[in-house]
């Protein structure tokens, strides 16, 4: 399976930046492998200090659960299949949007989490992120 390299995260980051400032948001991004471990994590000036678990989570639950965390979240809800799932895993779960999986060939080898303004924003940010990864498939290692 590929990975995805510090350069590519580092992109991906700049990118998602560019977009939180152009909507005006000081946020978190986080960028993780396939297994949920940390790749690169960046904190614009005044982003919310919540933010920084909050973006690492939602990248970490994107793989965990091979999926956005905005569709969790329409699972996730009280009276759906999963209600109460973001008490698992000591809390690591998110059940609403900013995290995305980074998807390669059918197969996740990563994902992306933002955190700092409304779920809304965050998902804005981070699908900025994903499309330089879209984009950029050729800088993964395997």
């Known amino acids: ?18 977009e939180a400032i152009q909507i005006g948001v000081p946020v978190v991004i986080s960028i993780v492998d396939d297994g949920g471990n940390f790749i690169a994590c960046h904190r ?22 091979k999926m956005s965390t905005s569709d969790l979240a329409q699972l996730a809800g009280p009276e759906k299949e999963l209600y109460g ?4 895993n000591n809390g690591r779960v998110v059940v609403f ?25 965050d998902i804005r940010v981070a699908q900025s992120a994903v499309q330089v990864f879209s984009e950029s498939e050729f800088m993964l290692n395997g």
Do not use: C, F
Not at 1 to 18: F, G, Y
Not at 85 to 88: K, M, Q
């Open 85 to 88: 799932i973001n008490t698992s």
């Open 1 to 18: 399976m590929s990975k995805i390299t510090l350069e590519l995260a580092k992109k991906m980051i700049e990118s998602a930046e560019k």
């Open 44 to 65: 614009m000036d005044d982003a919310l200090l919540v933010s920084v678990d909050l973006a690492q989570n939602k990248a970490w639950t994107s793989v965990a659960m």
């Open 97 to 121: 949007g900013g995290g995305i999986p980074l998807r390669k060939d059918e197969q996740i080898v990563g994902a992306v989490g933002v955190s700092g303004g409304s779920v809304e924003q």
